[in-house]
């Protein structure tokens, strides 16, 4: 039974530049939440995705968008790419209703701007 | 959503408890304390939950006072592999978003 899986595990680009995130969730498992942790810091929500829609969203401009397919996986989405969007990020996945103790989170990707 | 405070660092070694406690001074009464322990470049991994009292597993134990304004998760007997950062969270549960801290980093010395 495969966990959370990322794709890619790493990546560089350059600011303004726009980046594709992949995630496919825990088997089983419906709703889909992505995080974004600076060096040193915890992760912070940026949102989550359940039905293929957008459920809840963090603090985060609308740089940052989101998809969620029939399947479950999801996608985030960053343009405009600035300096400071450099960070490991992170995807987690639950089966609605379960409680925070039931999200999964995958190994991540680093993504690195310059 | 309750704010947790805890210590940045802690050190021990190996074969000792390590206790690391947080506060959580505005906690709500449907709230519950959970514990998630992560390691450098992986994602958060879940190690204990607990509403009241003590909650012991496989990996940890976490003991709630009655008042519930702070816990202490508590690894017994402690060894390399457990040098990692420790997040204590307190959320209602059902499909909120998870609000991490800073949490606390662990060394663990030979």
């Known amino acids: 039974d495969a966990g959370v899986t990322q794709s890619p595990t790493h990546l560089i680009k350059t600011r303004g530049q726009q980046v594709t995130l992949r995630c496919s969730p825990k088997?089983?498992?419906?709703?889909v939440s992505w995080y974004q942790q600076a060096l040193g810091q915890g992760p912070q929500f940026i949102f989550q995705?359940?039905?293929?829609?957008?459920?809840q969203r963090g603090n985060f401009p609308d740089r940052f968008s989101g998809h969620q397919f029939p399947n479950y996986s999801s996608e985030l989405n960053v343009n405009a790419l600035l300096l400071g969007d450099s960070a490991l990020y992170l995807c987690?996945?639950?089966?609605?209703?379960?409680?925070?103790?039931?999200?999964?989170f995958g190994p991540g990707t680093r993504l690195t701007v310059t | 959503l309750a704010k947790t405070t805890q210590p940045i660092s802690m050190d021990s070694y190996e074969g000792q408890e390590v206790n690391i406690t947080c506060s959580h001074n505005?906690?709500?009464?449907?709230?519950?304390i959970t514990w998630y322990q992560q390691f450098p470049s992986q994602g958060p991994r879940f190690i204990i939950q607990?509403?009241?009292t003590k909650v012991t597993n496989e990996v940890a134990s976490l003991f709630i006072p009655a008042d519930r304004k702070s816990s202490t998760l508590s690894l017994p007997r402690v060894s390399l592999s457990d040098t990692a950062v420790y997040y204590c969270?307190?959320?209602?549960?059902?499909?909120?978003?998870?609000?991490f801290g800073k949490g606390t980093r662990l060394h663990i010395l030979p």
């Open positions: 995705y359940y039905e293929e829609e957008e459920r």
């Open positions: 969270l307190v959320d209602q549960g059902g499909d909120d978003k998870i609000i």
């Open positions: 987690a996945s639950s089966l609605a209703g379960s409680g925070i103790y039931e999200q999964y």
């Open positions: 088997s089983g498992h419906d709703t």
């Open positions: 505005n906690i709500a009464t449907n709230d519950y």
């Open positions: 607990g509403y009241k």
